[in-house]
T-cell receptor
Framework: EPEVTQTPSHQVTQMGQEVILRCVPI?????FYWYRQILGQKVEFLVSFYNNEISEKSEIFDDQFSVERPDGSNFTLKIRSTKLEDSAMYFC???????????FGPGTRLTVL | ELKVEQNPLFLSMQEGKNYTIYCNYS?????LYWYRQDPGKSLESLFV?????AVKQEGRLMASLDTKARLSTLHITAAVHDLSATYFCAVALNRDDKIIFGKGTRLHILP
């Protein structure tokens, strides 16, 4: 069964460093999303992406964040200069169209020291 | 601003009992999702509800949507231990891809 994959599963970085989190959505899906979940808290929407552009972003998704679909299969989230409060689990999701279920990847745990 | 409130936030119940989790949201929406999350795991999609009066069932779980009341419910019938998890509802704004999650309901089913 097709699934969303994410790499790495765990990333440790120093404050101020850039990180790139990678996702491979399900191949026939057209809508892509990033969410984050700080430990023990609710899931927060970051950004949605369709037709090679951002369709919606939250207040969390400031200038330090960017997304890209560089090669038609990968979907990346870049954080330019990480802060301690960026430590969280980051989930990628994809869906065929926006009205149906989103399939979530296993997540990347980001730890900023 | 769209707000999504779930209650209860924590629920401990005996196997075999029925219970309902409530999800209220503050503005008009055309999509409501229910997810399950096991500890340390990702989110598993349970239901997508798109219209007023929509009802979907899968096993012991049934979800419904009342868009007029801005309320969705997730009903658990004859709970079993395997249903122990955190359940999130999430709401999308009309014609918008932004999705707001509730805080989640941690369900603990005692054998």
């Amino acid at each position: 069964e097709p699934e969303v994959t994410q790499t790495p599963s765990h990333q440790v970085t120093q404050m101020g460093q850039e990180v790139i989190l990678r996702c491979v959505p399900i191949s026939n899906h057209l809508y892509f999303y990033w969410y984050r979940q700080i430990l023990g808290q609710k899931v927060e929407f970051l950004v949605s992406f369709y037709n090679n552009e951002i369709s919606e972003k939250s207040e969390i998704f400031d200038d330090q964040f960017s997304v890209e679909r560089p090669d038609g299969s990968n979907f990346t989230l870049k954080i330019r200069s990480t802060k301690l409060e960026d430590s969280a689990m980051y989930f990628c999701a994809s869906s065929v169209v926006e009205e149906v279920e989103q399939f979530f990847g296993p997540g990347t745990r980001l730890t900023v020291l | 601003e769209l707000k999504v409130e779930q209650n209860p936030l924590f629920l401990s119940m005996q196997e075999g009992k029925n219970y309902t989790i409530y999800c209220n949201y503050s503005t008009t929406s055309d999509r409501l999702y229910w997810y399950r999350q096991d500890p340390g795991k990702s989110l598993e999609s349970l239901f997508v509800l798109l219209s007023n009066g929509a009802v979907k069932q899968e096993g012991r779980l049934m979800a419904s949507l009342d868009t007029k009341a801005r309320l969705s419910t997730l009903h658990i019938t004859a709970a079993v231990h395997d249903l122990s998890a955190t359940y999130f509802c999430a709401v999308a704004l009309n014609r918008d891809d932004k999705i707001i999650f509730g805080k989640g309901t941690r369900l603990h089913i005692l054998p």
